[in-house]
């Protein structure tokens, strides 16, 4: 069973929309964090974001807002007014308390395509 | 503020050569990780490391992998003899100890293996 389902595979918008990418998550933990990674073409992981399991407090950051919903186990992450810079591979991760070397869990990413 | 370094950042090599790609951590790190991505698929766990030793394995590690901190500063994935499905982007990770198991790791920007 997947730990993470990122069920978008690829989103194309054009430049201003808004575009919200769709994680859920799988876990029996009752203390685990939830991240967010870009990865632009160049290929590194760029980390976003992290927020633990008991925070369920909606964060933005400029463009960028998340919302984390234990209820749901989901941690969507939404860009506002997205530009063409956005368009890179985003993938949400899970780490899990229980087990002390908390390898990560990753989604298989959703592709966001912003068209001028 | 402190990265994890990969070298090479590209490797081309032979199908049954064997191949060393490298890591430095985050200095004060004591937790090491080693992943893999599938040009188009999602981050692996591979392989985590602590104190020494291997602490936690996938199925992908196989016997012609294998991981070494050489000395204080370098983290190592060697493949024995690789094969075409190896190739791949490698991706380090380092996390420290302040934060017990939910503490960030930190990725390197991946070293890209193709295997002819």
């Known amino acids: 069973a997947q730990k993470v389902t990122q069920a978008q595979t690829e989103i194309s918008v054009v430049e201003k929309e808004d575009v919200t990418l769709d994680c859920v998550y799988e876990t029996r933990d009752t203390t685990y964090y939830l991240f967010w990674y870009k990865q632009p073409p160049s290929g590194e992981l760029v980390f976003l974001i992290r927020r633990n399991s008991f925070d369920e407090q909606n964060e933005i950051s400029g463009r960028y807002s998340w919302n984390f919903q234990k209820s749901t186990s989901s941690f969507n992450f939404t860009i506002t007014a997205s530009q063409v810079v956005d368009s890179a591979v985003y993938f949400c991760a899970l780490s899990e308390a229980q087990y002390n070397f908390n390898k990560f869990y990753f989604g298989s990413g959703t592709k966001l395509n912003v068209k001028p | 503020e402190p990265e994890v370094t990969q070298t090479p950042s590209h490797q081309v090599t032979q199908m049954g050569q064997e191949v060393i790609l490298r890591c430095v951590p985050i200095?004060?790190?004591?937790?090491f990780y080693w992943y893999r991505q599938i040009l188009g698929q999602k981050v692996e766990f591979l392989v985590s490391f602590y104190n020494n030793e291997i602490s936690e394995k996938s199925e992908i590690f196989d016997d012609q992998f294998s991981v070494e901190r050489p000395d204080g500063s370098n983290f190592t994935l060697k493949i024995r003899s690789t094969k075409l499905e190896d190739s791949a982007m490698y991706f380090c990770?380092?996390?420290?100890?302040?934060?017990?198991?939910?503490?960030?790791?930190?990725f390197g920007p991946g070293t890209r293996l193709l295997v002819l």
């Open positions: 990770a380092s996390r420290g100890l302040a934060g017990g198991p939910l503490e960030t790791q930190y």
């Open positions: 200095s004060n790190h004591l937790y």
